[in-house]
């Protein structure tokens, strides 16, 4: 790992804010993957744009996945910014916690998707979109809400570092 550095570099930004669009595409308009899976499980037939809607929440999933793999490579070949100086060590400790699951769950629902998907493992996909569906939005719940305490109570310099650098 390298010093870290002041703030995200510009690929590492794009890359957040990709994920950022495509993870919430598939949270907020998983209806046809779940419509397909429903009928699929019954023994019925999708149709054409049932099958169409489940595979654009697939490709998704698998765009979401390789940008984890890359945003997970650049973390460790260009560092991230420190936490900022006089941040309470629980909340320091609060932040890695939430970031080790962000990147668990970047590429646990992914490969979840993809076994239920393309293998037919149920109960995996079960916990794809219960559980694990659950969690996300709860880290970005969380992931927010601390974004903006830094920004509008603290006013540190935390989101800046991933907006304009």
Do not use: C
Request: aromatic share 10%.
């Amino acid at each position: 790992m390298v010093d870290a550095p002041s703030a995200f570099s510009l690929p590492q930004r794009f890359i957040h804010w990709g994920m950022v669009l495509l993870i919430g595409f598939n949270l907020l308009f998983a209806d046809g993957m779940s419509r397909w899976g429903h009928l699929v499980r019954r023994g019925e037939t999708p149709t054409a744009d049932q099958v169409a809607s489940a595979n654009i929440h697939a490709y998704v999933g698998i765009a979401i996945l390789g940008l984890a793999a890359l945003r997970l490579m650049l973390r460790l070949v260009q560092g991230a910014p420190e936490e900022p100086p006089g941040e309470p060590p629980l909340l320091k400790l609060a932040s890695k916690v939430s970031h080790v699951a962000f990147y668990a769950l970047f590429f646990a629902m992914p490969l979840s998707g993809i076994a239920a998907y393309y293998f037919g493992a149920q109960a995996v996909g079960s916990i794809h979109s219960g559980p694990l569906k659950m969690l996300m939005w709860v880290l970005i719940g969380i992931h927010v809400a601390a974004a903006l305490l830094h920004q509008f109570y603290w006013r540190t310099d935390v989101m800046k570092r991933m907006t304009t650098g």
